[in-house]
């Protein structure tokens, strides 16, 4: 039994630097999808004004 709790504490530590690893590529993409939609966005503008409208049509007619 010691030998079981010895290996949970070196892994509750891993899960935890893989939990913030996984927040920062998360971060990190989120960032650059973001960069993506601003870039389409300018080199599409009506395209962009579109979606604009139509998301808020949808957000118009959402009901709580």
């Known amino acids: 039994m ?3 709790e ?3 504490d070196p892994s509750q530590h891993e899960s935890r630097e893989t939990d913030a690893e996984r927040r920062r590529r998360r971060a990190e993409f ?3 999808l973001t960069e ?3 870039l389409r966005d300018r ?3 009506r395209r962009a004004k579109a979606a604009r ?4 049509m949808r957000m ?3 009901r709580w």
């Not at 409208?53 to 808020?56: D, E, I, Q, V």
């Open 60 to 62: 118009r007619t959402f």
């Open 6 to 8: 010895s290996h949970e």
């Open 53 to 56: 409208l139509r998301h808020a």
């Open 30 to 32: 989120l960032r650059e």
């Open 36 to 38: 993506a939609r601003e």
């Open 2 to 4: 010691p030998d079981r």
């Open 43 to 45: 080199v599409q503008p």
